[in-house]
């Protein structure tokens, strides 16, 4: 069982640039493919993000491409989400998630979720 921690979320400025972090804890995820979900206020949750476990491939929505970017720590104990020029539409509690299949994970283990708001 893997438990996932996100943290970095607030409030920022459209334009503006947060970090978001998810440790993992409880085994390791060397062998997970890591993952980046969303939900804003009356939508369904939309996946973001994805990083293979050796962290040669990334994915995401078209709607971030360019913006935010995945990575994960060489331990793989830790991954992140780097979201530069931050849009209103970008508002949301952002989940960190772990799974087998790339790019959309099939999510075995989610976070509790960070949120993120950007004021315009």
């Known amino acids: 069982q893997v438990q996932l921690v996100e943290s970095g979320g607030g409030l920022v400025q459209a334009g503006g640039s947060l970090r978001l972090s998810c440790a993992a804890s409880g085994r390791t995820i060397t062998s997970d493919v890591m993952g980046w979900f969303r939900q804003a206020p009356g939508k369904e949750r939309e996946f973001v993000a994805a990083i293979t476990w050796s962290g040669g491939s990334t994915y995401y929505v078209d709607s971030v491409r360019g913006r935010f970017t995945i990575s994960r720590d060489n331990a793989k104990t830790t991954v992140y989400l780097q979201m530069n020029e931050l849009k209103p539409e970008d508002t949301a509690v952002y989940y960190c998630?772990?799974?087998?299949?790339?790019?959309?994970?099939?999510?075995?283990?989610w976070g509790q979720g960070t949120q993120v708001t950007v004021s315009s």
């Open positions: 998630a772990a799974g087998r299949t790339f790019p959309r994970l099939s999510p075995r283990a």
